[in-house]
């Protein structure tokens, strides 16, 4: 029989009954019925119930485990009584009695539980890291991370690509992050540099003429860390093809993300259609460019209804230039107390708060109609005043129309009803304003919108973020689904709002739509041949079609204040390589960490990562970073200067 084992954790079955095996694995749970052990064993596949009584040879020893020891058990395969088997475990309808034992590896007083649902808190988990990825959770998000990676490959290699592996040392690169800078020793003074992607030596193989590359490929970047980034390092699907425009490159790597998310979506549907969204049009919609698209609310640019209206801070805040007012719709959330809470909300963003309008039904009463038809007697054959117009549900819209008598008397009956706006907004602006709001957003009764104003930049994040909780409390957002955006024609460039200087906003090495002679207009307008893939409101893609030609690119740059020397400095080795012959190309790279993630359902790409840095960028089980010893620093002829502020 082998050292340690004839059978997995996962393997015995009813037909195994009778015979004798050998299994290894480490003690999950112990559970004493008098005089009875049952113990609970577990490996990498499965857990298998073994047990142990005063007729077991090795009772004794079995009496002194304790959770996550490591064993190896012989033993008979028993069948269990029928009201005992569980039902939930594959081996659920056997057990085994223990005859032998054998301490592979005995534990110390535990840090955290492995069995069990109980919360720890990160530090302690990342710190001990080999205790936690034991647990079931951990362990299914790290088989569906291996699993997600093999499929990829697989439909990469099935739509006729190959895989090549790029260099980790290379040169620095700026990619809007910051490098980690790898000392030479034998360069003193010099530094080679983790890459950030492997964005120019793929673009290089293009010019190579190997026209589809694909790789699993780790990338470095020393960044602030947040829930779906690593402040370290990362894996992507990179790929890059030639001859190819946007919509070739939309057209081969969607069956192979679809594909991907339908193999893992465990019950959840996967949308076939991917819509195409301008950047301008994601950022008007949903205030941001990574859009959920389960949640059906889109936002609106409302501002001709505020403009010159009763309510003085929207009126006066759009005679500046470059304002709105947008709306965000909150279908069925037209309660005071619901608008309230997303004002509060906004407050807590760190805005002054958001303006409301809930619709409920109003139905006449014997003295509406007394006072609507006293006014018509009034202004009969002219336009009717405010009040009646009230009264008439704002129907004389944003001018007071005339109305015959016959109108006033059709109208006017006590019982009949229309939709009006309510709360402060409302009040001050009127029924016909708010009507035509109503209008516009398609609402009805028993639903809200809310406002914000100012210069979009200076707002949007927070409507987006607010349009997210609207979605979510009011039960709009569909979370059984995964839903696909592409955002397309990204600005290039973008001014600084103090110093009126022109910069990148966007991939400087995109080409713009247009080409050389886009860039002799307004730099503002000039669009690039640049998309990402939003999917559940995390952007899970990025790529663009990439500038070949040094004319243009040269001048891309000169329009963002760098000189042909400047890049020619920094980027040399892509722009010589461009003057024999490139081919126009293109390409994308895909997030594992977060695709892995939202398959997982997961919140962090920690919980996807088998051993990732926290969120000050340390390895605690590890002790990285670390401080290099004198030796280690003669050698790269280096000194440490302390900041002792």
Request: aromatic letters at 10%.
């Amino acid at each position: 029989m082998h050292p340690f084992r004839s059978h997995t954790c996962a393997d015995l079955r009813k037909s195994d009954v009778g015979g004798t095996v050998r299994l290894s694995g480490w003690v999950h749970r112990v559970r004493d019925h008098g005089g009875v052990l049952f113990i609970d064993l577990r490996d990498h596949y499965g857990i298998t119930q073994v047990l142990a009584d005063s007729d077991s040879p090795v009772f004794a020893e079995v009496e002194k485990l304790r959770s996550e020891w490591c064993i190896r058990i012989d033993g008979k395969v028993l069948a269990r009584d029928e009201s005992l088997v569980n039902p939930k475990l594959p081996t659920g309808e056997v057990e085994v009695f223990i005859e032998d034992m054998e301490v592979l590896g005995a534990a110390d007083e535990l840090p955290l539980m492995v069995f069990g649902d109980q919360e720890y808190p990160e530090e302690t988990r990342l710190k001990y890291r080999y205790l936690d990825l034991r647990r079931e959770a951990m362990q299914d998000n790290m088989k569906l991370r291996s699993d997600v990676v093999a499929s990829m490959r697989r439909r990469m290699w099935d739509q006729g690509f190959r895989e090549y592996q790029t260099p980790i040392i290379t040169a620095s690169s700026p990619e809007g992050a910051r490098d980690f800078l790898v000392p030479s020793r034998l360069h003193p003074g010099r530094f080679y540099a983790l890459p950030q992607a492997p964005q120019q030596f793929k673009q290089l193989l293009m010019v190579s003429g190997f026209d589809k590359y694909f790789q699993i490929a780790p990338c470095f970047r020393d960044e602030d860390p947040r829930a779906d980034r690593s402040p370290t390092d990362f894996y992507q699907l990179d790929m890059e093809m030639s001859f190819v425009t946007q919509q070739d490159v939309f057209d081969t790597i969607k069956p192979v993300l679809q594909g991907v998310f339908e193999e893992f979506a465990d019950g959840k549907s996967v949308d076939s259609v991917w819509p195409q969204i301008s950047y301008r049009d994601a950022a008007l919609w949903y205030g941001t460019d990574k859009p959920d698209l389960r949640n059906p609310i889109k936002m609106a640019d409302v501002s001709e209804h505020f403009r010159g209206s009763g309510f003085a801070i929207f009126a006066k805040l759009l005679e500046q230039d470059g304002t709105e007012v947008r709306a965000i719709p909150a279908p069925t959330g037209g309660s005071r107390k619901f608008c309230d809470r997303m004002n509060a909300f906004a407050q807590k963003e760190g805005l002054p708060g958001m303006g409301y309008i809930f619709w409920r039904e109003k139905t006449l009463t014997q003295e509406d109609v007394d006072t609507i038809s006293e006014d018509f007697k009034r202004w009969e054959g002219s336009f009717l005043n405010e009040k009646a117009s009230e009264a008439l549900g704002g129907k004389s819209g944003a001018t007071y129309t005339r109305y015959s008598a016959k109108d006033v008397e059709f109208h006017a009956k006590v019982g009949s009803s229309w939709l009006e706006g309510a709360g402060p907004l409302a009040k001050n602006i009127g029924p016909a304003r708010t009507e035509a709001i109503r209008q516009q957003l398609g609402l009805g009764k028993g639903d809200a919108a809310f406002f914000l104003g100012g210069k979009p930049k200076a707002f949007q994040r927070v409507a987006g973020l607010a349009r997210d909780v609207i979605g979510a409390e009011l039960g709009l957002t569909d979370e059984n689904r995964f839903a696909f955006a592409w955002i397309v024609d990204f600005p290039i460039y973008e001014q600084d709002a103090d110093t009126g200087e022109i910069d990148f906003e966007h991939n400087p090495f995109s080409m713009p739509q247009g080409g050389l002679e886009a860039l002799s207009g307004d730099p503002l307008e000039v669009l690039g041949w640049q998309y990402d893939l939003a999917c559940n409101g995390a952007e899970i893609l990025s790529g663009a079609i990439r500038n070949h030609k040094p004319e243009i690119m040269f001048k891309a740059f000169e329009i963002a204040g760098y000189g042909e020397d400047e890049v020619r400095k920094r980027f040399g080795g892509m722009v010589n390589a461009f003057r024999y012959g490139a081919p126009p190309h293109g390409g994308c790279a895909a997030g594992i960490d977060r695709i892995v993630m939202l398959l997982a359902g997961e919140e962090t790409i920690r919980d996807v990562v088998l051993f990732p840095m926290n969120q000050r960028a340390e390895d605690l089980m590890m002790d990285a970073p670390s401080a290099p010893t004198n030796e280690q620093l003669r050698e790269l002829h280096l000194r440490v200067v302390r900041d002792d502020t």
